[in-house]
């Protein structure tokens, strides 16, 4: 199976998987991202940048779970 390369992504929980370092690389590059941090739990690079768009949208993903449930 080959390798994958996790990065999270900008305003969102979502996780983007890439098959090869290349991409992985590109995807930095084309959001000018040149600090990441790995997060050796979940196997993914945390991209510090990013955290307080991807808290926003935590804080009201919780509001509409609140408000209408989660599955």
Same mark, same amino acid.
């Given at each position: ?14 996780? #983007?998987?890439?098959r090869?370092?290349?991409? &992985?690389? @590109? *995807?930095?590059?084309?959001?000018? =991202? +040149? ?10 690079? #945390? ?6 768009? &991807?808290? @926003? *949208?935590?804080?009201?993903?919780? =509001? +509409? ?7």
């Open positions: 199976m080959p390798e994958e390369f996790k990065v999270e992504m900008p305003n969102t929980d979502a996780i #983007r998987i890439f090869s370092e290349h991409d &992985r690389q @590109e *995807y930095l590059m084309k959001h000018g =991202i +040149d600090v990441v941090v790995m997060d050796d739990v979940y196997g993914v690079l #945390r991209v510090p940048e990013w955290a307080a768009g &991807r808290a @926003e *949208y935590s804080r009201l993903k919780m =509001i +509409d779970c609140q408000r209408w449930g989660c599955n």
